[in-house]
């Protein structure tokens, strides 16, 4: 941020302000204390009867690689109508009621995750915009060396899990990548 975006001044600075315990962007001019917080993505496993809906992303980053349809949440909007939405444009398919599935929290990028499980009305969809291709996959023919991340990964080996008993309950978590090696010694 180059300019506070309530009163145009160049005079941000990063401090601690009264009373809080984190450093923030303050605009010395009018004062606005401007707050960065982790933002949601959310979406759908759209499902088929046995067969799940993967899109191929057509856009950076993992360009070319699978995924689920989800997005970041915008302004003004529910989760489910985020999910319903990044579902519509990525794979032009409707949903049947969504039921929330997953919540894994990404601390090391300020990212919450939420996806749900949701049938699709009937089964038509196209590559929106943002997709290659989208198409159902039964389990034994998903694309695990071509999943675009870890958390589409981790949401679909919990569903297949779940399969086995036909119990979905909510699955909340964290996913924290490994720590980085040490550096060789010189
Ligand atoms: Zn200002």
Same mark, same amino acid.
């Given at each position: 941020?180059?300019?506070?975006s309530h009163c145009g001044?160049?005079?941000?600075?990063?401090?601690?302000?009264?009373?809080?315990?984190?450093?923030?962007?303050?605009?010395?001019?009018?004062?606005?204390?401007?707050?960065?917080?982790?933002?949601?993505?959310?979406?759908?496993?759209?499902?088929?009867? &046995?067969? *799940?809906?993967?899109?191929?992303? !057509?856009?950076?980053?993992?360009?070319?690689?699978? %995924? $689920?349809?989800?997005?970041?949440?915008?302004?003004?909007?529910?989760?489910?109508?985020?999910?319903?939405?990044?579902?519509?444009?990525?794979?032009?398919?409707?949903?049947?009621?969504?039921?929330?599935?997953?919540?894994?929290?990404?601390?090391?990028?300020?990212?919450?995750?939420?996806?749900?499980?949701?049938?699709?009305?009937?089964?038509?969809?196209a590559p929106g915009t943002e997709?290659?291709?989208?198409?159902?996959?039964?389990? &034994?023919? *998903?694309?695990?060396?071509?999943? !675009?991340?870890?958390?589409?990964?981790?949401?679909? %080996? $919990?569903?297949?899990?779940?399969?086995?008993?036909?119990?979905?309950?909510?699955?909340?978590?964290?996913?924290?990548?490994?720590?980085?090696?040490?550096?060789?010694?010189?």
């Amino acid at each position: 941020m180059n300019y506070c975006s309530h009163c145009g001044s160049a005079r941000l600075v990063q401090k601690v302000p009264e009373g809080d315990n984190l450093p923030r962007i303050v605009c010395e001019d009018c004062h606005t204390i401007h707050y960065q917080n982790p933002k949601i993505i959310t979406g759908c496993l759209p499902t088929w009867e &046995d067969k *799940i809906l993967l899109c191929k992303r !057509a856009i950076e980053p993992r360009y070319g690689l699978w %995924t $689920l349809p989800a997005g970041f949440m915008e302004n003004n909007e529910t989760v489910e109508q985020a999910a319903v939405r990044e579902t519509w444009e990525e794979a032009k398919a409707t949903l049947s009621p969504l039921s929330l599935y997953v919540v894994f929290s990404l601390p090391h990028i300020s990212q919450v995750y939420m996806m749900f499980r949701a049938k699709l009305r009937e089964p038509t969809f196209a590559p929106g915009t943002e997709s290659l291709e989208v198409r159902l996959f039964s389990q &034994d023919e *998903i694309p695990w060396e071509q999943l !675009a991340f870890f958390t589409i990964r981790r949401t679909l %080996t $919990l569903f297949f899990q779940d399969c086995q008993t036909g119990q979905f309950p909510v699955h909340v978590g964290d996913i924290i990548p490994p720590a980085s090696p040490p550096p060789p010694h010189s």
